[in-house]
């Protein structure tokens, strides 16, 4: 293993040293920001040009996932690696372990990258989770409705992110139209979860096992993408409690280094269900930035790094709502005029094209309460959509 003389898995790697990042979009854009704000280098690898993380990088490596010399050639050249997103492929990773120390480890991705692995990792551990069966043909679908009932989500097993290849089942006649349609990869069929709300918990974990988290945080989303986080949630004090000890016991039993969101439902009779993992910061943690002493993306570094981590004091009551590639409908937005609302911050990701459906950035504000920070932050993407005046 190609690494720097005197380091090993337990030395703290120090401010001037060089950081990897496999992936570039804006999670490593906003883990670039934070480290070089702490002195260190980022080197980006990933298929793509002028990404929103190679735009801030020292280096952006362009190459295939699959060209694993040159992946061993960028994590050479890094004291540690980490990851801004979760499908990166098993030999990427090990390729990159090959050379240099990576956090979190790539059995972690390995786990959270494939929802059937992942629903059958927590139920082992004893994890509450919403009913699920494995299915990997038609006839194992009818089975599975059958045991599950109706409505329930149909989903793929890898590569899922912001609702793609989900399906929801409403009915047997629905079931059966995609039984005959036949099924050609693994899925998973998850009991349809009649929640009250959507939670997360952004947590983090060092090197010698420490966690902390940023409290609850309460997210909407729309067309399966979020939509409004605001935090902290508006939940029991008990609820919180157990959503946090649970985030923590989900980092242990990972054995993870780095940052982890744990996305619950909350059930109407108080219960909660882990519905997703993400190894990695998250959308809704994008508010610590703006809102806590420590940011999800400062702490990620800390924790990959070997820093003692920092402290997750929320600053005041926050909201976050995203922003997509939809509100450049009609032209520019009108950043002027979302910008003149006090207290309102602007995050862009630097993504040359604006698509439906693509996250392009976020606003965070914060406010006295969580319902007047979300009533700016509302308004503030509304006023983004009206036509300056000539």
Same mark, same amino acid.
């Not at 139209?177 to 983090?204: H, K, P, T």
């Given at each position: 293993?190609? =690494?720097?003389?005197? *380091?090993?898995? &337990?030395?703290?790697? %120090?401010?001037? $040293?060089?950081? +990897?990042?496999? !992936?570039? @979009? /804006?999670?490593?854009?906003?883990?670039?920001?934070?480290?070089?704000?702490?002195?260190?280098?980022?080197?980006?690898?990933?298929?793509?040009?002028?990404?929103?993380?190679?735009?801030?990088?020292?280096?952006?490596?362009?190459?295939?996932?699959?060209?694993?010399?040159?992946?061993?050639?960028?994590?050479?050249?890094?004291?540690?690696?980490?990851?801004?997103?979760?499908?990166?492929?098993?030999?990427?990773?090990?390729?990159?372990?090959?050379?240099?120390?990576?956090?979190?480890?790539?059995?972690?991705?390995?786990?959270?990258?494939?929802?059937?692995?992942?629903?059958?990792?927590?139920?082992?551990?004893?994890?509450?989770?919403?009913?699920?069966?494995?299915?990997?043909?038609?006839?194992?679908?009818? =089975?599975?409705?059958? *045991?599950?009932? &109706?409505?329930?989500? %149909?989903?793929? $097993?890898?590569? +899922?992110?912001? !609702?793609? @290849? /989900?399906?929801?089942?409403?009915?047997?006649?629905?079931?059966?139209?995609?039984?005959?349609?036949?099924?050609?990869?693994?899925?998973?069929?998850?009991?349809?979860?009649?929640?009250?709300?959507?939670?997360?918990?952004?947590?983090?974990?060092?090197?010698?096992?420490?966690?902390?988290?940023?409290?609850?945080?309460?997210?909407?989303?729309?067309?399966?993408?979020?939509?409004?986080?605001?935090?902290?949630?508006?939940?029991?004090?008990?609820?919180?409690?157990?959503?946090?000890?649970?985030?923590?016991?989900?980092?242990?039993?990972?054995?993870?280094?780095?940052?982890?969101?744990?996305?619950?439902?909350?059930?109407?009779?108080?219960?909660?269900?882990?519905?997703?993992?993400?190894?990695?910061?998250?959308?809704?943690?994008?508010?610590?930035?703006?809102?806590?002493?420590?940011?999800?993306?400062?702490?990620?570094?800390?924790?990959?790094?070997?820093?003692?981590?920092?402290?997750?004091?929320?600053?005041?009551?926050?909201?976050?709502?995203?922003?997509?590639?939809?509100?450049?409908?009609?032209?520019?937005?009108?950043?002027?005029?979302?910008?003149?609302?006090?207290?309102?911050?602007?995050?862009?990701?630097?993504?040359?094209?604006?698509?439906?459906?693509?996250?392009?950035?976020?606003?965070?504000?914060?406010?006295?309460?969580?319902?007047?920070?979300?009533?700016?932050?509302?308004?503030?993407?509304?006023?983004?959509?009206?036509?300056?005046?000539?």
């Amino acid at each position: 293993m190609s =690494r720097p003389q005197g *380091q090993n898995a &337990t030395s703290p790697i %120090l401010p001037g $040293a060089t950081v +990897g990042v496999l !992936g570039s @979009g /804006q999670l490593g854009r906003m883990f670039t920001i934070a480290a070089r704000r702490m002195g260190y280098r980022v080197h980006t690898f990933s298929p793509d040009q002028d990404t929103p993380t190679g735009q801030v990088a020292d280096l952006e490596i362009t190459a295939s996932y699959d060209d694993l010399a040159a992946v061993r050639a960028f994590a050479a050249a890094v004291q540690v690696a980490t990851f801004e997103f979760e499908n990166v492929p098993a030999p990427t990773a090990q390729a990159a372990a090959d050379e240099t120390l990576v956090r979190p480890a790539g059995g972690v991705l390995h786990t959270t990258q494939n929802r059937l692995r992942e629903k059958k990792f927590l139920a082992a551990h004893g994890f509450p989770v919403a009913p699920f069966r494995a299915v990997h043909n038609s006839e194992e679908l009818r =089975r599975a409705v059958e *045991q599950l009932g &109706t409505p329930a989500v %149909l989903k793929t $097993a890898g590569f +899922g992110y912001d !609702g793609k @290849g /989900q399906t929801k089942l409403k009915n047997a006649a629905d079931a059966e139209a995609v039984a005959r349609e036949g099924v050609r990869q693994e899925m998973v069929l998850e009991s349809w979860i009649d929640f009250e709300r959507e939670l997360s918990v952004v947590a983090a974990r060092a090197i010698e096992g420490h966690c902390c988290d940023w409290g609850v945080i309460q997210n909407r989303h729309k067309n399966h993408i979020l939509d409004v986080s605001v935090a902290p949630a508006p939940v029991s004090a008990a609820v919180a409690e157990r959503a946090r000890q649970m985030a923590h016991q989900v980092l242990e039993a990972l054995d993870v280094v780095g940052v982890l969101c744990v996305e619950f439902f909350l059930t109407r009779s108080g219960e909660l269900l882990i519905n997703e993992l993400a190894p990695r910061p998250h959308n809704s943690g994008h508010l610590t930035i703006d809102a806590c002493v420590t940011s999800q993306f400062e702490q990620q570094l800390r924790a990959v790094c070997g820093l003692p981590l920092g402290s997750t004091e929320q600053l005041r009551p926050a909201a976050m709502v995203n922003l997509l590639g939809d509100l450049w409908s009609d032209g520019e937005p009108n950043w002027v005029a979302a910008c003149a609302m006090p207290g309102v911050k602007l995050h862009l990701y630097g993504k040359s094209q604006a698509l439906p459906g693509r996250k392009m950035g976020h606003l965070t504000v914060l406010a006295g309460t969580i319902e007047e920070a979300q009533e700016q932050a509302l308004a503030a993407r509304a006023a983004l959509t009206q036509k300056p005046p000539r």
